[in-house]
């Protein structure tokens, strides 16, 4: 974006002041202009502060970033990763259930399906429990073992799609360094009947390869020191096979990743393993299917109804013309409670950065601050900060319409009050209705109170609605925010696949390791690591 680009942005929401959303809400065609549908997903856009001379302003800025022609370049497998040299195919994973023709390389459509075939067989040998491809019999459990993308997409699919759970496998994820984790699940779980899934692109994550050595020494304990035996038990999914074997995983049970799939896109491939294993392939492959329905529509709808690209250019509007920092992600769905989590990921990993692919600095903000939790808990929460407080924080409202339970009430009061919610932060509650409603007391104690209960409003949102939730809605709405990011990443000039702000900590941890444990000099650390980590020493008596 350029600096007159991001000029222009700011006067158009200027001159849509501070009541814009009561105004433009007053006409009753807003909601057919501003609402989409596509498929199982319905996106409403009707509680954002744009109006049509806004919009128009976006395109502009969409305009100049050549977005369809690089999204075909995504598409067909180009080299859009620059810094990593790496193209970006995670659409290529659901290529095979879209409508139109695949654009990826043929080579990379044929690994795909191998993949998938492969993943078919161990899913079928798990499932009913067959000893096959060295898998052990009677597998009741399963811990999917990895970090980041590696984990945070299997488990929001794993939890939301739970109804969907065939066959008597249970699944467990283990990401944290934080041994509690791994402690529980060996005192639960038996190792005998456990599968572990080593999931991880690099082979090289200090959290994955801690807890798969924990849970290694557990089984390997439980056939008397016969690691051998202990063997099947483990299965790779990842892009370093050498790695996974020299851990002692057999290429018949490593499953492949590959460069051109990023690690927090990933959930399209066997890194969605857990999931194919707990809702089957029939499912999985559904799951896939609502990926590509995304992928359909994005790569054909003009710009006005794509709905990635419109939820791309609210979230710019939101960021960069009202200043906005911030994105709340409240879904009214206890089985999207992991929604949030992974979406933190998805864009604060791909659009954190502040310098563009040539090394410049950006030009504008980037990526807002995105959290969130289930409603109606974070009404009783932090939703008075966000009616009340002094930084308004841009809302996506998401929404289940037919329940998969048979508890009416409790769904039809459960959506009422997340229209509700969304309503009071348009529409807010001024002074004057406010004091309307104080009767008692004196007219000075009236008007203090009233204060006291304004709500200021004009406070934006988007609701998302899936019909029901299936294998082939979360899968849409997954893609949704994908493209979401990808188009994101044009309009502020960063590479959405790499992440090289998460590599300094790392390279610190490395060297903090030896100076903790007792074997190497403090000397070397700044001065508040050095005190913390004598800290720890003095008061570590284990
Ligand atoms: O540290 C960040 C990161 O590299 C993420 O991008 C990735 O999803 C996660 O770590 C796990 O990486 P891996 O799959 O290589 O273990």
């Not at 508890?407 to 509700?420: F, P, T, V, Y």
Request: net charge negative; with cysteine; hydrophobic share 50%.
């Amino acid at each position: 974006m350029t600096p007159d680009q991001l000029a222009d942005l700011r006067r158009a929401s200027e001159r849509l002041g501070a009541d814009s959303l009561r105004r433009l809400l007053a006409d009753p065609d807003r909601f057919a202009a501003w609402s989409h549908r596509v498929g199982p997903l319905l996106v409403d856009f009707s509680r954002q502060r744009l109006d049509g001379a806004a919009l128009d302003a976006l395109g502009g800025v969409l305009a100049g970033t050549d977005w369809e022609a690089r999204r075909d370049a995504m598409f067909r497998g180009e080299t859009i990763n620059a810094s990593e040299r790496r193209a970006v195919l995670h659409t290529a994973l659901r290529a095979r259930q879209a409508r139109l023709p695949a654009l990826a390389p043929a080579a990379v459509l044929g690994e795909i399906a191998e993949a998938l075939q492969r993943i078919e067989k161990l899913v079928a040998a798990v499932q009913a429990g067959r000893a096959e491809h060295g898998l052990p019999p009677g597998i009741t459990d399963v811990v999917n073992v990895g970090i980041g993308g590696s984990d945070l997409g299997p488990r929001l699919a794993v939890e939301a799609l739970d109804r969907f759970r065939t066959g008597r496998l249970t699944c467990h994820f283990l990401a944290n360094l934080d041994g509690e984790g791994p402690a529980r699940l060996m005192r639960t779980l038996d190792p005998r009947r456990t599968l572990v899934l080593l999931v991880s692109k690099s082979f090289t994550t200090q959290e994955t390869l801690l807890n798969g050595q924990v849970l290694r020494d557990w089984i390997v304990a439980a056939y008397d020191g016969d690691a051998a035996a202990a063997q099947g038990h483990f299965v790779a999914v990842t892009a370093n096979a050498a790695a996974a074997h020299a851990f002692g995983i057999a290429a018949e049970r490593t499953l492949p990743m590959w460069d051109f799939v990023g690690g927090r896109y990933s959930v399209w491939s066997a890194v969605g393993l857990a999931l194919a294993l707990a809702i089957g392939s029939e499912a999985f492959t559904a799951f896939l299917h609502g990926g590509a329905l995304i992928d359909d529509h994005f790569r054909t709808a003009p710009w006005r109804t794509n709905l990635p690209v419109l939820m791309a250019l609210v979230g710019i509007w939101n960021r960069n013309a009202l200043d906005l920092p911030g994105l709340a992600v409240i879904p009214y769905c206890d089985a999207l409670r992991e929604l949030p989590a992974f979406l933190q990921q998805l864009e604060m990993e791909s659009l954190g950065k502040s310098v563009r692919p040539d090394g410049a600095p950006v030009a504008q903000a980037t990526v807002p601050v995105l959290w969130g939790n289930v409603g109606s808990n974070a009404q009783h929460a932090f939703f008075q900060a966000l009616h009340q407080g002094t930084d308004p924080v841009p809302v996506d409202f998401i929404g289940v319409i037919r329940p998969d339970h048979p508890l009416g009430a409790n769904h039809r009061a459960l959506l009422a009050n997340m229209l509700a919610q969304a309503a009071a932060l348009a529409a807010g509650k001024t002074f004057e209705e406010a004091l309307a409603e104080a009767r008692e007391g004196s007219e000075a104690e009236r008007r203090v109170l009233a204060a006291q209960r304004t709500f200021p409003g004009n406070r934006p949102s988007t609701t998302i609605l899936l019909d029901v939730l299936t294998p082939e809605s979360l899968g849409a709405l997954i893609a949704l925010y994908e493209h979401k990011v990808f188009v994101q990443s044009l309009l502020w000039e960063v590479n959405a696949f790499d992440q090289w702000g998460v590599e300094l900590g790392k390279v610190l941890a490395k060297a903090i390791l030896p100076v903790l444990s007792g074997e190497a000099d403090p000397a070397a650390l700044d001065a508040a690591t050095r005190g913390l980590v004598a800290a720890i020493r003095t008061r570590d008596v284990r």
